[in-house]
């Protein structure tokens, strides 16, 4: 595996940003000529990729740091993309526009760097709490670009100026359209597009529960691909977001080659 943390100016911030990348090996072990087949640093074809979002008050370190997916992405034979967005919500706050920064310029970013898919059918994108909003909004603001989306604890009401500025206590103001979740995806609905697959949890003790069930439902009313996950004995906590995006891994939609080498057991 090979994990690069990168920084570099980003034109949709004006100004340098942080990222890591998390690359699986090609063999197994990778060097040593032992395991299945020689050794190699050869690629086959771009690996597929999730793009993983992080939650308030977090950067770009705390999914690798908290959790064991650089052991999930290696046995998975997936790439995984983490940055650094602040409390900004994964929306364009005030002259941040992180909402064209996701959307745009991070996926012309890895896939012109790294080993990376620029394929629709291999890119993914998740995250969990503030990032599991960011998830919703992008997947549901652009469907046709992800092969399936996950939301673990999901902050579904988030309203991206009020929260950057008061993420304690948002203001009671009116969220714009162009962020609101409900409106997103009736919108996708009505459109007549395809829902990504999408794959919803939530520990049954997070404050959050009821309100991601009643979206899940809600979402599955309008026609969405929805599998759902509530966990009793968990709340708002990375013991829950370590299990589910592992789980979430080996859920996705997958036809890459990688996928059909088989997980890897070393």
């Given at each position: ?35 299945n ?29 908290y959790?064991?997916?650089?052991l ?39 896939t ?59 203001a009671?103001?009116?969220t ?83 996928a ?7």
């Amino acid at each position: 595996m090979a994990k690069v943390v990168c920084n570099f100016l980003s034109y949709s911030l004006n100004r340098a940003v942080d990222i890591t990348v998390v690359l699986p090996s090609v063999t197994c072990p990778e060097a040593l000529g032992m395991g299945n087949g020689p050794a190699t640093h050869v690629l086959p074809d771009k690996f597929p990729v999730v793009y993983l979002l992080h939650g308030f008050a977090n950067n770009h370190a705390q999914w690798t740091g908290y959790t064991n997916v650089e052991l999930y992405a290696e046995e998975r034979r997936i790439a995984i993309v983490n940055i650094s967005a602040e409390n900004k919500a994964y929306a364009k706050v005030g002259a941040d526009d992180f909402k064209r920064f996701v959307s745009e310029e991070l996926p012309e970013f890895v896939t012109n760097y790294f080993p990376i898919s620029t394929a629709p059918e291999d890119t993914y994108i998740a995250g969990l709490s503030m990032g599991g909003y960011g998830t919703l909004m992008h997947g549901l603001t652009h469907p046709e670009r992800y092969h399936a989306i996950g939301a673990f604890s999901a902050g579904l009401g988030i309203n991206p100026v009020a929260f950057a500025a008061d993420p304690m206590g948002q203001a009671q103001e009116k969220t714009d359209p162009e962020y609101d979740l409900h409106v997103l995806a009736q919108a996708v609905a009505d459109s007549g597009a395809e829902f990504p697959p999408i794959y919803s949890a939530c520990g049954m003790d997070d404050f959050l529960f009821e309100a991601n069930r009643a979206f899940a439902a809600e979402l599955t009313k309008l026609g969405a691909d929805v599998t759902w996950k509530e966990v009793p004995g968990f709340g708002h906590e990375w013991r829950f977001w370590d299990q589910q995006v592992e789980q979430f891994l080996d859920w996705i939609p997958r036809d890459d080659v990688y996928a059909k080498m088989g997980k890897r057991s070393c």
